[in-house]
């Protein structure tokens, strides 16, 4: 079970490797692109050649990258709809490139759309994306299931992988402050069971690939994404003791994207708190 964060690449894409062995981390996530701007990435050369040389020194596997936070898979405005596609094609090309293992995306809003033609909506565009020949995996992320975003019921994420006729290069990767909001109390049990059990028998587990660790500041079934430190939120140090103890989740990565202790985002101490309620002291 490799454990890690979201690192930042300020000042370029190789100086996250530094960040990432200083944090201690044995995985990684990464934004590729402003995440809040329809930029594509654009890297040098050089800066590709030494991250994959510093990555394969430090041995941080796997990495994965997360795509813009504008992407809206499901629009029905055709204008937004090619916006997303560029922008996820964008995504796969450079992970590929880079050598990444895979892109994280959420999945979008049905913005007034019926669901059922939200999802097909959701289904061509990641088949427009798929067919221009990536490699990298595209990992569906959960949702806390606020407004009319998709994807906050396991059941709905396997729909669209029918719809796409289970394309090996789909999997899932599941944030538990979101699997929390959307109400799978992942404090019990119980809880935790019935999020795996929905995840085995509608998407696949052997599809889970990443596991985004971030506590919740808001309730069970609040709908509201919001991330806390690990431990500090309405989930604790118990479920997260929990989750990581479990049969079916000891194999996959897991990162981080906590707010941080200095509110810059995933820090060391968080991480030596995950590590520790793993059991690695």
């Known amino acids: 079970m490799p454990l890690g964060a979201h690192v930042s690449t300020a000042g370029g894409l190789s100086t996250c490797v530094p960040r990432a062995v200083e944090m201690g981390c044995e995985c990684m996530q990464i934004f590729l692109a402003p995440p809040q701007r329809w930029q594509a990435p654009k890297h040098a050369d050089e800066q590709v050649s030494e991250f994959k040389r510093l990555i394969a020194e430090a041995r941080i596997a796997p990495t994965y990258a997360h795509a813009n936070y504008l992407i809206n898979l499901a629009a029905g405005d055709p204008a937004m709809r090619e916006k997303s596609i560029v922008s996820l094609s964008a995504a796969t090309e450079w992970a590929d490139r880079v ?25 061509t565009a990641l088949r427009e994306v798929l067919d221009k020949g990536t490699t990298s995996m595209i990992l569906l992320e959960n949702s806390a299931g606020s407004g009319e975003y998709l994807g906050s019921r396991f059941e709905q994420i396997g729909n669209i992988l029918e719809n796409l006729g289970r394309d090996e290069r789909l999997g899932l990767c599941l944030d538990t402050a979101h699997t929390f909001a959307s109400g799978y109390d992942l404090r019990i049990d119980e809880g935790i069971e019935r999020a795996i059990e929905e995840v085995g028998q509608f998407i696949g587990l052997e599809r889970l690939k990443l596991i985004h660790a971030n506590d919740s500041k808001v309730g069970l079934n609040s709908a509201v994404d919001r991330h806390e430190n690990i431990g500090k939120g309405q989930l604790g140090d118990a479920a997260f003791t929990r989750m990581l103890a479990h049969r079916a989740l000891k194999n996959i990565a897991w990162v981080l994207e906590v707010p941080g202790y200095e509110d810059k985002g995933p820090d060391k101490p968080n991480l030596d708190d995950l590590k520790r309620l793993a059991g690695r002291d």
């Open 99 to 123: 050598g990444l293992d895979g892109v994280v995306v959420h999945i979008g809003s049905a913005r007034g759309q019926a669901v059922e033609d939200a999802e097909a909506q959701v289904a």
